[in-house]
């Protein structure tokens, strides 16, 4: 049954493994450990915005992290099958990215909110932007008439989307944030105080310089490594795309909830 209202951490973590956005995921062995591979082995695809050299460049040492973080198996003879996610590590990177919104609040930061998954967490994000303009943020406006090579940069409902043959686009690239970024600092206007994002979004805001927090898949790493070098403040690991947008809700009232905001409960659409 759904859970109505903020969850307890106990309610969220069953929630959670119930719905397989944590716990044992959809996202198989073999898949994680085939983009942690080409990650090593230097596929920008996989690096989502963020410039890692060849700091990363033992696929070990990427699953190293990855099971630290995300919960994935450390066992490294484990290819096949049933792959996981902590719930307690998602919950736990909740708890840090709430600690970021809340100072956010507190000093009526400016903040991009933008998503490479919107058929997922589109409304996690609209959500946030929400209850963070509630709070006194200012929800940074991007310029008009931004492109990359897939498509067109657009905001929807206050979150920064790529949007090509008029649909929302899922997209790994760290393009359009640089984008928008490129374009801000063209205009003379002042960058976000922090990105809430996903994907190449907040890489690439993490690797700009720019507060960047933000929810990676286990076969996703790239922002498991920014957050273990710094480069990106928080990484929450979950099923980035699970069968009902709405499976995240709980996880969206739980998060405002610790940072102190007012959520705003109308979903998109």
């Known amino acids: 049954m759904p859970i109505s209202g903020t969850p307890s951490r106990a309610e969220l973590l069953a929630h959670l493994a119930d719905t397989r956005i944590a716990g044992d995921v959809a996202t198989p062995r073999e898949n994680n450990l085939s983009h942690y591979r080409k990650l090593a082995n230097g596929d920008r695809h996989y690096w989502l915005g963020l410039e890692l050299g060849d700091r990363w460049s033992d696929e070990q040492d990427v699953l190293a992290v990855m099971a630290e973080r995300a919960g994935v198996s450390d066992d490294a003879e484990h290819r096949y099958g049933q792959d996981t996610i902590d719930p307690e590590l998602t919950v736990a990177a909740l708890e840090r990215m709430a600690g970021r919104l809340r100072k956010a609040a507190d000093g009526q930061q400016r903040v991009l909110l933008a998503t490479g998954h919107p058929g997922g967490l589109l409304d996690v994000h609209r959500a946030t932007a929400a209850a963070l303009r509630a709070a006194g943020c200012e929800i940074v406006v991007i310029p008009d008439g931004l492109a990359t090579d897939e498509g067109?940069?657009?905001?929807?409902?206050?979150?920064?989307?790529?949007?090509?043959?008029?649909?929302?686009?899922?997209?790994?690239?760290?393009?359009?944030?640089?984008?928008?970024?490129?374009?801000?600092?063209?205009?003379?206007?002042?960058?976000?105080?922090?990105?809430?994002?996903?994907?190449?979004?907040?890489?690439?805001?993490?690797?700009?310089?720019?507060?960047?927090?933000?929810?990676?898949?286990?076969?996703?790493?790239?922002?498991?490594?920014?957050?273990?070098?710094?480069?990106?403040?928080?990484?929450?690991?979950l099923d980035d795309h699970v069968v009902s947008p709405r499976h995240y809700d709980p996880m969206t009232a739980y998060l405002l909830a610790e940072a102190g905001l007012v959520q705003s409960t109308q979903p998109v659409g």
Not at 154 to 177: C, I, K, N, R, Y
Not at 180 to 185: K, R, V
Request: glycine letters at 10%.
């Open 152 to 237: 067109y940069v657009m905001q929807f409902a206050d979150v920064a989307v790529l949007e090509h043959g008029a649909t929302l686009w899922h997209t790994h690239s760290g393009e359009p944030m640089k984008a928008i970024l490129t374009a801000l600092e063209r205009e003379g206007r002042p960058l976000p105080d922090l990105v809430v994002a996903d994907h190449g979004w907040a890489g690439c805001a993490g690797q700009h310089g720019v507060d960047s927090v933000g929810y990676a898949d286990c076969n996703d790493p790239a922002l498991f490594l920014a957050e273990a070098e710094g480069t990106v403040q928080v990484t929450v690991p």
